[in-house]
């Protein structure tokens, strides 16, 4: 059990550029979820696979926005044309999905930084 | 809407003293109750979580959660804070059913005096 990796950990990207984080969660892991957290404040929820299929999405995951787990393995995560506003650490995390083992183990995160 | 509150931003005590964090939720049906916490560069570190059963639930690093469903509080506690607890705290909501997405508090900043 090596943990969930992110990567990069750090992306610095101006203004209209588009950017993409990668997920690899806990191997037995086939639940995936994406947060986005802000300074000062908690991890907001963006949104969660299980196994390939994107089951839900958070009004915070604008059109900018698209997220990918494409053989129910890792996971990426797209903005386009990034904004300022998007500057953020992105968490990725995974779980295993019956409700005995709720708990989320969460990667290191990715901080964007959108200049 | 589920949401959860966390009444204190910023907490300081001295080394050795006794720790409550504060965290209130607000969820119309039984919660999944969690409390994460986060060093500086780190991913968030489950410390324990309450599914059912006994309110008063252990965690790693000596810390210990009490679930009040009359109070909707989970506070998290710890009989003597050493100074590598300095970090920042989150507590949790999950939904039960499928999704299992959590709803964070803002977070406690817990800075220990030595």
């Known amino acids: 059990d090596t943990g969930v990796s992110q990567n990069p950990r750090h992306k610095i990207t101006k203004r209209g550029q588009n950017v993409t984080f990668r997920c690899d969660p806990i191997s037995e892991h086939n639940r995936l979820y994406w947060y986005r957290q802000t300074l000062g404040q908690g991890p907001e929820f963006l949104t969660y696979f299980q196994n390939e299929a994107q089951l839900e999405k958070s009004r915070l995951l604008s059109d900018r926005f698209s997220a990918e787990r494409p053989k129910g393995s890792f996971s990426t995560l797209e903005i386009q044309r990034t904004e300022q506003g998007d500057s953020a650490m992105y968490l990725c995390?995974?779980?295993?999905?019956?409700?005995?083992?709720?708990?989320?183990?969460f990667g290191p995160g990715t901080r964007l930084t959108v200049t | 809407a589920q949401s959860v509150t966390q009444p204190d931003i910023h907490i300081t005590v001295s080394e050795g003293a006794s720790l409550e964090l504060r965290c209130n939720y607000s969820?119309?049906?039984?919660?999944?109750l969690f409390w994460y916490v986060q060093s500086p560069g780190q991913g968030l570190q489950l410390l324990l979580k309450y599914f059912s059963g006994d309110t008063l639930v252990q965690g790693i690093k000596g810390f210990e959660a009490e679930f009040k469903r009359s109070q909707s509080s989970f506070n998290l506690r710890k009989p003597s804070v050493h100074w590598s607890d300095a970090a920042e705290y989150f507590c949790?909501?999950?939904?039960?059913?499928?999704?299992?997405?959590?709803?964070f508090g803002q977070g406690t900043t817990l800075q220990v005096k030595p």
């Open positions: 995390a995974s779980s295993l999905p019956d409700r005995a083992n709720y708990e989320q183990y």
């Open positions: 949790a909501v999950g939904r039960s059913g499928n999704t299992g997405k959590l709803i």
């Open positions: 969820y119309g049906a039984t919660p999944y």
